[in-house]
C-alpha cells in the first residue's frame, strides 16, 4: 500500500465537490466543508463535516459523500488549512 500524497484542504475540497458533482442529484450541492481529525488512525486524517446540498437531495448527496470520503481517504493526507 502506497503512502497518502499530502494535499491542501483547498485541493482536497475541489477534488470532493468535482465528485459531488458529477453525481447528477448533487450536482448543485453548494459546499463542503472538512475537518482534520485530532487524532488519526489507520481511516487517516480528515473527514467530512458537514455540507450544503443546495436544490440536491440531502439524503442522497449523504450517500455519495460517504462513498468519496471512503474512496479518498487512504489516497489523501490533508496538510495545513486554507
Not at 459546499?31 to 487524532?39: A, N, T
Request: glycine share 8%.
Amino acid at each position: 500500500m502506497t503512502a497518502p500524497v499530502k494535499i491542501s484542504e483547498k485541493l482536497l475540497n475541489e477534488k470532493i465537490m468535482d465528485l459531488l458533482h458529477a453525481r447528477a442529484s448533487c450536482i448543485d450541492a453548494r459546499s463542503v466543508m472538512l475537518e482534520l481529525v485530532d487524532e488519526p488512525g489507520e481511516t487517516g486524517n480528515w473527514r467530512i463535516g458537514h455540507f450544503d446540498p443546495g436544490r440536491g437531495d440531502r439524503y442522497t448527496c449523504k450517500t455519495a459523500l460517504r462513498a468519496i470520503h471512503e474512496s479518498l481517504q487512504g489516497q489523501f493526507e490533508m496538510v495545513g488549512r486554507s
